[in-house]
């Protein structure tokens, strides 16, 4: 049995950690069929070679879990008496007894702190530079040198992009350095004029008056003995939002947007451990050197400006003359906490080169790169200093190619986003590419340049489209033997990873906003495309730096724009702080943000209730946003909003239970049960005389009773109905969807698939998904579309928004049958699609405890079924057959075939080939 995928929950990457307290995970493999842990124990020291020996010494041991009997993988608490030392490295190391008593460990795996306890101490600013008397104050946190942050913010004092370097002289004998760093907007390092890593948009973005992120580098390998530099560009982000002469989303219309700060501001701390046992710090202070970018302008809706002429090439490497260069000055920086990293970078995938070209027009070239994605775009192009190029990005083209916003309100987009160079004609191609920016396009567009030379134009050699997006490990694959269905998964597959950055966005283009709903409805789907438990543990922290002190919990966070009504305060977004912490137990195991987020999600429910009309309906936010017509509000919000929170108060009570707070778990459960009684004394109908059946109406036209399959779907999905009104109420939704038509917004389609999905009704599904006219997703693709747009209409503003995308969800848990029993998969079930046309489907889920496949074979004229699965190790599977009465051959890989019968097949860890004779489709 070998341990593996070792890790700490809710840190990415873990040369930061800052937390007093963490918890460990780890998966296992084995090719034995009744393979089990047994116990396990979990050491932790500072020093690698203590645990290379069998039986460490015990005064080595920083912390030790000691043996401890279960199967537990994941959510291993470590807390060390004394907390973690600042600036530290630590080794830990799983073993694990299996089910014979044979002992196994795993690698060796590291951390190294950063200062756990700086939040009792704030980071040097101006107070010591301008006010030195003030030091007296802070005498206390002079005398904790250890704990206690030692660089200083520095800039130039001005909010428009800047370099700074810092020369520095290394002996030999160095055996590691380690750079905690922060720039605010974004930042991009170099060491010796190497990228110090491959993220871009460091760092992530925070509400900066609560919390700044830094990150960390482990750099040993780009520094040399004698001269080093560090250099650092710094871009606006959304810190110090730079409009200039573009577009810009937040200050649209009424410019109420959130401007953090007005300095552009950069940290760094360079820890050096040297051979001798010598620790050494390169902090940023006055000594660094700064001065101007060429970057003169950096809007971060894909605008930027860059002459080339002012570049100072070799600025951020050993031998420059930085003598005009003027120093630094210590600045009082953004007032939030500096906390790391935790959640994923944002780096930069596949490449996307042009499937078409067009010139319109002499001096103008438009490129396809064939797939819309949220993208950085490069270039490369040579021609005469002071050329200038413009670079213009786009969802939709006009018939010769250059590029369209179909929406008219958003005109500006079209003319006003656009980036600017100008060339050094220095000799040769000179590459650029965007540093502080990113957007949504299929199609470039370049004027000033040309395919050819001789034109009297810049030649441009080459455009490209550089996939951006969360560096959140890879999941799931998925394919059918239905074409369209393969294009469609396509869509949502590029949809969904064009919307993760440091946080969940539903567009990377027109809005880039933080905001809420998605984050929850689309969780589902999201986590067979990416582990988003680490960034989804961010977005609970931008949740809490955002909630009000009433308790409200706006629609966005970070929340950039003030937006007023309901696009302020609606539960189906704010629910997300009662909603996530469920989601991260259920597929991640993982329990450790409840603690955190409970004070909080008690006072959203107090604050909610004091929303609640006609005894606990709550009635004031958007409804079912995005039905019947783009910006409809209002529909079915007693029913949506009711339900959500009498789901929110489940969740509180599953926190509540979690935390050991019997008392108010059952003031919760109380709380919800009123409400449960509420909801269906006004919305549920089982005396109208022209249906035969009970259901549930939306009190839009009140006193009409309507009977939409939303409403029913929300009632089923969130367990309100009673059981003897069930299959009434399921029969009422069957009744409202059975021509095929979505009826839904963007909040209960989610519901909608679901219950469709729990009805058995995948032929439903698939007439929805292929309409001829809009509700529909095959209307998109057949006209062209790579990724899901705004609303149900041919053409949007925004042709990359993934909150249509909840049928993601669909076709993994009712297509390829995929579904989660106990959390973390460590139990799931399998429900092949035998009712329905598909006749062959084949995926996989790397899950928390291993990858798990489906192969799913028919052959129609025989009424064969071949079904190949893959369970992990450490999880169990519950194979659904197609009849009561089923006989099958199951094969376990490595052991002799098996008869089994039923309805349901149990199986243990392994790979299996199935098969069932005799059903005919």
């Not at 800047?162 to 055996?175: A, C, D, M, Q, V």
């Not at 939002?241 to 200050?251: K, T």
């Not at 490449?351 to 775009?377: M, Y």
Request: net charge negative; aromatic share 12%; charged share 25%.
């Amino acid at each position: 049995m070998k341990p593996f995928r070792c890790g700490i929950h809710g840190f990415h990457e873990v040369l930061g950690i800052d937390v007093d307290e963490i918890r460990f995970y780890w998966a296992l493999e084995s090719d034995d069929e009744f393979a089990a842990q047994t116990a396990y124990r979990v050491v932790l020291t500072t020093s690698e070679q203590v645990l290379n020996r069998e039986v460490p010494w015990e005064e080595d041991i920083v912390w030790d879990s000691q043996k401890v009997f279960g199967d537990a993988q994941r959510d291993i608490v470590c807390k060390p008496q004394n907390g973690f030392n600042s600036t530290c490295y630590y080794f830990w190391r799983a073993t694990v007894w299996d089910h014979a008593g044979r002992v196994y460990h795993s690698a060796v795996n590291h951390f190294f702190t950063a200062y756990p306890r700086s939040h009792l101490l704030p980071p040097w600013s101006m107070n010591q530079t301008y006010m030195p008397h003030s030091s007296l104050i802070f005498r206390t946190w002079f005398e904790d040198e250890p704990n206690r942050w030692k660089a200083v913010w520095i800039g130039d004092g001005s909010d428009k992009p800047l370099y700074l370097r810092k020369s520095f002289t290394l002996p030999e004998g160095l055996s590691k350095g380690i750079i905690f760093v922060s720039g605010l907007g974004h930042f991009n390092l170099t060491v010796n004029g190497e990228p110090a890593s491959d993220h871009v948009l460091d760092p992530g973005w925070t509400n900066y008056h609560r919390t700044v992120q830094f990150t960390a580098y482990d750099i040993t390998s780009t520094l040399q003995e004698g001269e080093n530099v560090l250099g650092a560009h710094i871009g606006n982000g959304f810190y110090a939002g730079d409009q200039g002469d573009r577009f810009f989303w937040p200050s649209y219309e009424d410019n109420t947007f959130v401007r953090y700060g007005n300095e552009l501001c950069f940290f760094a701390e360079l820890h050096l451990f040297h051979q001798n046992g010598e620790h050494s710090v390169v902090i940023s202070d006055p000594s660094w050197r700064v001065r101007k970018s060429a970057t003169t302008l950096a809007n971060i809706y894909a605008s930027e400006t860059h002459d080339r002429r002012l570049y100072p090439f070799g600025w951020d490497s050993p031998c420059f003359d930085d003598s005009s260069w003027i120093p630094a000055k210590p600045l009082t920086g953004p007032r939030g906490r500096l906390r790391y990293q935790s959640q994923p970078p944002v780096v930069l995938y596949e490449i996307f080169e042009p499937v078409s070209t067009k010139t319109p027009r002499p001096g103008v070239v438009c490129f396809d790169l064939g797939q819309n994605a949220s993208t950085i775009v490069k270039i490369s192009v040579e021609g005469e200093a002071g050329s200038e190029i413009v670079v213009r990005y786009a969802e939709t083209t006009y018939e010769d190619g250059t590029v369209c916003m179909p929406d008219p309100l958003f005109k500006e987009f079209e003319y006003g986003v656009y980036s600017k160079i100008l060339i050094s004609g220095s000799g040769g191609a000179e590459i650029w590419s965007p540093e502080f920016s990113f957007t949504s396009a299929r199609y470039i567009q370049v004027e000033g340049v040309s395919l050819e030379p001789g034109h009297g134009f810049p030649v441009i050699h080459s455009a490209v489209g550089q996939h951006v997006s969360s560096a959140s490990r890879r999941l799931g694959s998925m394919k059918t033997d239905k074409d369209d269905m393969n294009s469609l998964l396509n869509a949502l597959y590029w949809t969904f990873s064009s919307n993760l950055f440091s946080y969940h966005t539903d567009c990377p283009q027109i809005e880039k906003f933080g905001w809420l709903e998605v984050t929850h409805l689309l969780a589902p789907a999201t986590q067979y495309v990416r582990e988003v438990e680490a960034l989804y543990m961010k977005i609970l922290d931008d949740i809490l730096d955002a909630q009000e002190p009433s308790g409200l919990v706006p629609t966005m966070a970070p929340e950039i724009r003030y937006m007023c009504g309901p696009l302020h305060d609606t539960v189906t977004w704010g629910c997300a702080i009662c909603f996530l912490p469920d989601i991260l137990k259920r597929y991640y195991g993982s329990t450790h943000v409840i603690s955190k987020v409970y004070p909080a999600a008690v006072r959203y429910m107090e604050y909610m209730r004091t929303k609640e009309r006609k005894g606990g309906l709550i009635e004031h936010g958007l409804g079912d946003w995005g039905r019947d017509i783009a910006f409809a509000f209002g529909n079915s919000q007693a029913n949506i909003e009711t339900a959500v929170y009498h789901e929110c108060l489940k969740c509180v009570e599953m926190m509540s239970r979690e935390l050991s707070l019997l008392d108010e778990a059952e003031r919760f459960r109380q709380w919800a049960a009123r409400i449960y009684d509420v909801y269906n004394q006004h919305l549920l109908v089982t005396d109208d005389p022209d249906r035969p059946y009970a259901y549930y109406t939306s009190l839009d036209n009140y006193p009409h009773r309507d009977r939409t399959a939303v409403d029913q779907a929300v009632a089923l999905q969130f367990g309100l109905v009673p059981e003897k009104y069930r299959d009434d109420v399921m029969k009422a939704f069957l009744d409202d969807v059975a021509d095929g038509r979505i009826r839904s917004g963007e909040i209960g389609l989610r519901y909608l698939f679901n219950t469709l999905a729990d009805a058995g009704r995948p032929d439903i599904v698939l007439q929805m998904v292929r309409q001829e006219e809009h509700p529909s997703y095959m209307r998109f693709l057949r006209r062209g579309e790579t990724t899901l747009l705004e609303f149900w209409q041919d053409e949007c503003r925004s042709k990359c928004h993934d909150m249509l995308g909840t049928i993601y969800e669909w076709f993994y848990a009712a297509v390829l049958g995929l579904k989660i029993v106990q959390p973390a998969y460590k139990a799931f079930s399998i429900a092949p699609p035998y009712n329905s046309e598909f006749d062959f489907v084949e995926g996989s889920v790397d899950c928390p405890y291993g990858v798990i496949k489906v192969r799913f074979e028919r052959e129609r004229s025989t009424g064969e079924i071949c079904i190949g699965l893959k369970i992990p190790t450490s999880s169990c599977a519950t194979l659904e057959l197609p009849i009561e009465s089923s006989s099958v051959e199951v094969r376990r890989e490595g052991s002799e075939a098996r008869i089994a019968d039923g309805k349901f097949v149990d199986l243990r860890q392994g790979t299996y080939l199935i098969r069932i004779t005799g059903v005919v489709g």
